[in-house]
């Protein structure tokens, strides 16, 4: 049976002055106790023992204990708080030793120090609570927050560290100067909570942490909305990030998966993955990114299936070695690039669409640069679908470029390998080589280009087999410069145009067409005329015609031809 004890500081019948003294005789008694504490402000620190429930007999709220400096409440057992303010400063305010601690409807402040603190082995439950300014450290314990708010931590508002084991739920958390939820070496789940106004990232999982984190919001945070770090692992499900940095980060080893989540108005990317990171990200949307929407660089290995892009700037861009494998992935309206692989990088994507971007594919770096696009659809490009430059190195396979102005590109050492792809309706070229850039094609289709459907130019080397060009408005072929190449069992038609403006360096092998082949006939270079400067020889006054000078002789005759005839 529990005993119950009546705690007023204006005295009544079998009431304690302070709680305090009801603690002291709860002790002394060894029993469950009930401390039933009168509206009021009281000054003291409380040690709790045993099986203890402290409530308030008014509205939460209406009991304050505070100290003005030190602990408040230090509970050794299994404790129960209902109700209470808990108020100190440069400590601990209320930390929980040993078994279990419970506070409910409660307040917690504390300046300068921590809110609530779970020690190791111990449990710790915070619901439907207020912690101000301070922080909720979880270390080596097990803990649940339900539908509490934290306000202002100066630290992080929620800690879970040294294998503590932590669900925080329907919580609201905002303004810490650090984190919102910080789990380190530990784990944790954060369900269906509000995140906003963070320092640095609102959620983060460092020291091979265990984070799942499921149906979040977060918004106008100064960092990363969810990072991962230093091999942490976790899921991310249904979440979304508006107006942070970065929407998502996963650095150093780190390895999520995340799931129909949502990235919008990030001010730098939306997902960014980077120095040796990993994950899978599933379904996942990025909308309005300030840079880039999928970034993945030095390192990173990210594999995005399903994923949506829409306006912003750059869509996906691997670099600086990094790789990645994009499947599913949907972009519109972006200002530029689509899809950027830079600087070493390897990336694959199959099953992409891209719409209304200015550039769809871009490449550039060395040798190592590679990019493999398959059973894609690029439409509405402002100037080219896919431009291959450096020594970069793309395979296209059934992949589709329509309206736009070049097709496919490649220039200066790059090299870029066509199977079975299709231009539509572009208004300069369907495919160009150029620089010493290396064009191969397989199964090349292409319809209704307004100027060429192929074109080789400077020292570019084509080889196109099985290919066709059609209703090519001014030749179905142009090679110009000294490209060179072979064009093997292809077909020029149309009624319009020539089918070859050949410039003789490229072999036309069982070529057909009903239209005209021209011979471009090369112009000869004119090298522009020598000219000596001679600053140690005479100097001439007026016009000299038929002069020969002599330098470094031992002998010079001279002699002048007057006008006259005669000479001296």
């Known amino acids: 049976m529990v005993a119950r004890y009546f705690v007023s500081p204006h005295g009544g019948r079998h009431a304690y002055p302070d709680i305090t003294s009801a603690l002291a005789a709860a002790a002394r008694r060894g029993r469950a106790a009930l401390v039933e504490i009168a509206p009021g402000r009281y000054e003291e620190a409380l040690t709790v023992q045993g099986e203890v429930q402290l409530a308030t007999l008014g509205d939460p709220g209406s009991v304050v204990v505070s100290r003005p400096r030190g602990a408040v409440l230090d509970a050794f057992g299994s404790v129960h708080v209902h109700g209470l303010v808990l108020i100190g400063r ?17 307040e917690i402040w504390a300046h300068n120090g921590v809110s609530v603190h779970a020690r190791p082995n111990t449990s710790v439950t915070l619901r439907d609570s207020v912690i101000l300014h301070g922080r909720a450290l979880f270390s080596g ?3 649940l927050v339900e539908r509490c708010r934290f306000t202002d931590a100066t630290d992080n508002a929620v800690a879970v560290i040294k294998g503590a084991h932590v669900s925080v739920q329907g919580s609201w958390i905002g303004g810490s100067v650090i984190h919102g939820v910080r789990v380190s070496g530990a784990r944790a789940q954060v369900t269906g909570c509000e995140l906003t106004g963070t320092g640095k990232a609102a959620i983060m999982a460092d020291s091979q942490a265990e984070l799942t984190v499921a149906d979040c919001a977060i918004n106008a945070v100064h960092a990363e909305g969810i990072a991962f770090i230093e091999q942490s692992k976790g899921s991310v499900d249904g979440t979304r990030v508006t107006d942070a940095q970065h929407g998502i980060a996963v650095v150093s080893g780190a390895d999520p998966v995340v799931r129909g989540c949502a990235f919008t108005e990030c001010r730098d990317t939306g997902i960014n993955i980077h120095t040796s990171g990993r994950g899978r990200f599933e379904d996942c949307e990025v909308f309005d990114a300030g840079n880039i929407a999928v970034f993945s660089t030095k390192g990173g290995a990210p594999e995005v299936h399903g994923c949506r892009i829409s306006r912003g700037n ?5 670099t600086d070695a990094a790789r990645g494998r994009f499947t599913r992935v949907e972009m519109e309206d972006l200002t530029s690039v689509a899809l950027r692989v830079h600087d070493g990088a390897k990336a694959v994507f199959e099953q992409v669409r891209v719409e209304r971007c200015p550039s769809h594919v871009e490449t550039r770096g060395n040798s190592g640069t590679t990019a493999d696009i398959a059973d894609s659809v690029l439409r509405d490009f402002d100037m080219s679908a896919v431009e291959v430059l450096g020594q970069s190195r793309v395979t296209l396979k059934g992949v589709s470029a329509e309206r736009g102005m070049l097709g496919f590109g490649v220039g200066e050492e790059a090299q870029l390998f066509v199977h079975d792809c299709d231009v539509t309706a572009v208004s300069s070229c369907g495919a160009l080589g150029f ?3 290396r064009l191969v094609a397989r199964n090349l289709t292409v319809t209704g280009s307004e100027v060429f459907g192929l074109c080789g130019t400077d020292s570019a080397h084509l080889d196109v087999v099985n290919s066709e060009f059609v209703d090519c408005a001014t030749a179905g072929a142009s090679f110009q410069g000294t490209c060179g190449g072979r064009m093997v069992d292809c077909a020029v038609n149309g009624t319009q145009g020539v089918a070859v403006q050949d ?3 490229v072999g036309l092998v069982s070529l057909r067409t009903s239209l005209p082949v021209v011979k471009q006939i090369a112009k000869p270079v004119e090298r522009p005329p020598t000219i000596v ?13 038929g002069a020969q000078l002599a330098w470094n002789n031992n002998n010079v005759i001279q002699q002048q031809t007057n006008e006259d005839g005669s000479s001296t």
Do not use: I, M, Q, W
């Open 503 to 505: 410039n003789g360096r």
């Open 435 to 437: 620089g010493k850039g």
């Open 141 to 143: 314990a097990n803990g």
């Open 533 to 545: 400067n001679n600053y140690d020889g005479p100097v001439f006054n007026a016009e000299v015609h």
């Open 90 to 106: 440069d400590a601990d305010v209320v930390g929980c030793h040993a078994g279990t601690l419970t506070l409910e409807h409660s």
């Open 314 to 318: 750059v869509g996906v861009a691997v």
